[in-house]
């Protein structure tokens, strides 16, 4: 099983963008599934996380501005919805699935600049 990152860019201060995250087959057991970014240089930091029941859980950096959820139809499907994008968000983002194993997406850039 892959999973398959999209939707990241390049967008101005105060914007907004979507990252979604499929997997190419079905993860039978999931404990959780997170986004998670990195800049060079730098370790990866963990951004948000959703478990089974829906509960969530954010960085300080990205609370009130990012929103992580599951698609209710196709539970290995994930999304992250960031608003008010700051320079400092600028980081390729990778999603993660944890079950038995850890599932890992290529990444995708944002950008964000003037």
């Known amino acids: 099983v892959q999973l398959q990152a999209s939707g990241g860019g390049l967008v101005q201060p105060g914007g907004s963008l979507r990252l979604s995250c499929a997997a190419s087959?079905?993860?039978?057991?999931?404990?959780?599934m997170a986004w998670y970014r990195q800049t060079p240089g730098k370790q990866r930091e963990l951004v948000a996380t959703?478990?089974?029941?829906?509960?969530?859980?954010y960085a300080d950096s990205v609370k009130g501005r990012f929103t992580i959820s599951r698609d209710n139809a196709n539970k290995n499907t994930m999304y992250l919805q960031m608003n008010s994008l700051k320079p400092e968000d600028t980081a390729v983002y990778y999603c993660?699935?944890?079950?038995?194993?850890?599932?890992w997406g290529q990444g995708t850039q944002v950008t964000v600049s003037s």
């Open positions: 959703i478990i089974n029941d829906g509960a969530t859980n």
């Open positions: 087959g079905r993860i039978f057991v999931v404990y959780y």
């Open positions: 993660n699935v944890h079950g038995l194993a850890d599932y």
